[in-house]
């Protein structure tokens, strides 16, 4: 999802605005979290940046 709707977005380093979201869930990860966690570290910014709702997430989460 954060790859799909964040599509052409960049950073200011230039580099595909989904690397940030791969940071933060690495970040994560290193502290042993549960797996949902880590999701929602990859998708933290995607309702705030992207035409993505919270509806849309909550929608493929009961999926």
């Known amino acids: 999802w954060a790859r799909k709707y964040h599509g052409t977005q ?3 380093s230039g ?3 989904y690397s940030h979201p791969l940071e933060v869930a690495y970040m994560v990860s290193d502290h042993e979290l549960k797996t949902d966690v880590v999701t ?3 998708l933290h910014d995607i309702i705030e940046d992207t ?8 929608e493929a989460e009961a999926m």
Do not use: Q
């Open 51 to 58: 035409k993505v709702t919270a509806e849309m997430v909550f």
């Open 40 to 42: 929602a570290s990859i």
């Open 10 to 12: 960049k950073r200011n």
């Open 15 to 17: 580099e595909p605005f």
